[in-house]
């Protein structure tokens, strides 16, 4: 029966009866489920394809998939914007997100990977506790565009290393990864160039530093390192930790050390803390 009634209706038929279905047709709401199955880059492509697709690029129901669990919290501590909320617009809040976002004094900087929505924070030498660095005979302060807070803290000799800091968070359920990023060697402009000045690195070889992380639910990882590479900016894995609770402000500590006092060592730079997503490394 089935074969009779397709056999009796052709597509010459159809044609005649009225224009075939274009993909401008589509329900906006249809877009919108097919959108939800593409990461953020994809959405804005698709929303250049007609009317529908546009419309149901700006759903909020998409963006709010697309943002960390931990949305409200970030918007609340660390853009501290209550009107980003009051736009109604996940997407706006994804865009927002998605730019280098400073909090803490300028201290620290949040923002998330645009293809995943993954966090990346970065915390500034600024934030971090270092054994004499009101010192000016072991350590400054300087200023540079190499650096992602414009200052590195720069070690001009010591016998006893230790940097330490830590953050208070909440982060959405997953692995992260933490970094230390350091250059040997000072960098300064000349010419319109950045040179780097690697006379005064010394000490690195002998012995390898200790970086090391530990969280408030009872995590730690430990890494050494003898550092090399002068004037290439490296960030060295410090570890990872997991995050089970996403609702729970977690107290990431973690420290650069290297206490041996048999010998000086010195031309480092301290830039920052990294810890991102550990999906998302190598990603951007």
């Known amino acids: 029966m089935g074969a009779n009634f397709s056999g009796c209706v052709s ?10 279905p274009r993909l401008g047709d589509i329900p906006e709401s249809c877009a919108a489920l097919v959108l939800m199955y593409m990461d953020p880059p994809e959405i804005c492509k698709m929303a250049r394809l007609n009317r529908a697709f546009r419309g ?13 669990s931990n949305y409200k919290f970030i918007v609340k501590q660390v853009l501290k914007d209550a009107s980003v909320m009051e736009l109604g617009k996940k997407k706006d809040v994804y865009a927002r997100l998605c730019t280098p976002n400073l909090f803490d004094n300028g201290t620290k900087e949040l923002r998330i990977n645009k293809r995943t929505g993954g966090i990346c924070l970065a915390i500034s030498s600024k934030a971090f506790r270092i054994t004499g660095i009101d010192d000016r005979r072991y350590w400054n302060y300087i200023s540079t565009e190499e650096a992602r807070f414009q200052t590195v803290a720069y070690l ?25 990023r350091l250059q040997l060697g000072r960098s300064s402009k000349r010419c319109g160039r950045w040179v780097c000045n690697t006379e005064h690195v010394h000490g690195w070889d002998i012995k390898p530093v200790r970086l090391k992380l530990s969280t408030s639910d009872g995590q730690h990882a430990v890494s050494q390192y003898h550092l090399d590479n002068p004037g290439k900016w490296v960030l ?19 420290s650069l050390t290297q206490i041996d006092c048999t010998h000086i060592k010195g031309g480092l730079c301290v830039d920052s803390v990294l810890i991102r997503n550990s999906n998302d490394v190598g990603k951007e």
């Not at 597509?11 to 075939?20: A, I, N, Q, T, Y």
């Not at 800091?165 to 692995?175: H, K």
């Open 156 to 180: 001009q000799q010591i016998w006893w290393l230790e940097v330490e800091g830590d953050i208070d968070f909440q982060f959405p359920a997953g692995r992260y990864s933490v970094f230390f």
């Open 236 to 254: 060295y894995p410090v570890g990872s930790f997991v995050s089970q609770n996403p609702k729970d402000v977690m107290n990431i500590k973690f």
């Open 56 to 68: 149901a690029s700006s759903a909020d129901f998409i963006w709010e998939s697309k943002l960390p």
């Open 11 to 20: 597509d010459s038929e159809f044609s005649d009866v009225g224009v075939r």
